[in-house]
């Protein structure tokens, strides 16, 4: 996600949205982040995460699938660009962080993932990029920068796993943000929306030097508790962020609430299904 369901691509250099970074953090650990729940759980499950695991969540954000893997008795490292969703999952994950260190090896870093690495420490054996690609133009090479500098914290034939966006047909929510993101279009540039490609993880995976291992698909529906919650929680994303640098938030908002009414139920809840596809890879 991601870290947002995928990492924030402006349209133009210097172009900067504007939005409350801080308020968006807490609306995507507070709305957003637990939509991706079966996803986390179904890797987890396929790779047996548990107290020999040492895992790197690159952009961890608020750090729910990590404090998941925690759960299993796995020992996370967490990567982050954002200060304000590390400061949640730091509430999340290190509560009191010097009575932490004494009990657990948890790290959350602020900075790219070669900043994780630790001379004295083994190995990484699994690493996930959950945030799905496949919705905006730019994704699978922002992707592609995060595995080169992660891949050489982990040993050899360690499992990497990649999320992305399944087919459109499938996903109710990739067509409520094509409505929303129209305006950012006529800038061509990364970070517009695209369609999700059948093999784009496979792509990110070999041009990283990964062999893939296998991949599934989950049902990740979005709900929500009004339009308002699903409007925070999508904006919280970071998906939106092209067309608010375009126009404005008022305007996107405006948009993407209009976009979510054949969604909203008769109780004012709004329900929109999903699918998204993972893929785990191997170091070589």
């Known amino acids: 996600m991601t870290p947002t369901l995928v990492r924030q691509h402006l349209p133009h250099p210097g172009a900067v949205p504007r939005v409350d970074l801080r308020a968006r953090a807490r609306d995507w650990s507070e709305i957003q982040e637990r939509m991706l729940v079966p996803l986390f759980e179904a890797v987890y499950e396929r790779l047996d995460v548990g107290p020999a695991t040492r895992l790197l969540g690159l952009g961890c954000g608020s750090g729910l699938a990590l404090l998941m893997a925690v759960s299993r008795g796995a020992t996370v490292t967490g990567v982050d660009t954002s200060a304000d969703r590390l400061a949640l999952a730091r509430e999340r994950l290190l509560p009191d962080e010097r009575e932490a260190r004494t009990r657990t090896e948890t790290r959350l870093v602020d ?25 905006l133009a730019g994704d699978a090479e922002g992707l592609g920068e995060l595995l080169a500098g992660a891949t050489p914290l982990a040993g050899r034939g360690a499992a990497v796993v990649l999320a992305g966006w399944g087919p459109p047909e499938r996903c109710t929510t990739a067509s409520v943000l094509r409505v929303a993101t129209k305006s950012a279009e006529p800038l061509r540039a990364a970070g517009t929306w695209r369609p999700a490609h059948r093999d784009d993880l496979e792509r990110v995976a070999r041009r990283a030097g990964l062999t893939p291992d296998g991949s599934g698909r989950v049902a990740c529906p979005f709900g929500y508790a009004d339009v308002d919650s699903a409007v925070r929680g999508l904006r919280s994303t970071g998906l939106l962020d092209p067309a608010i640098s375009a126009t404005d938030q008022e305007q996107v908002d405006k948009e993407l609430a209009e976009a979510l009414h054949p969604y909203q139920r008769q109780d004012g809840t709004v329900w929109m299904p999903n699918v998204f596809r993972y893929l785990i890879a191997r170091t070589p």
């Open 111 to 135: 900075g790219p993932p070669a900043d994780a690495a630790r001379a004295d420490a083994a190995p990484y054996t699994v690493l996930t990029a959950f945030e799905p690609i496949g919705c």
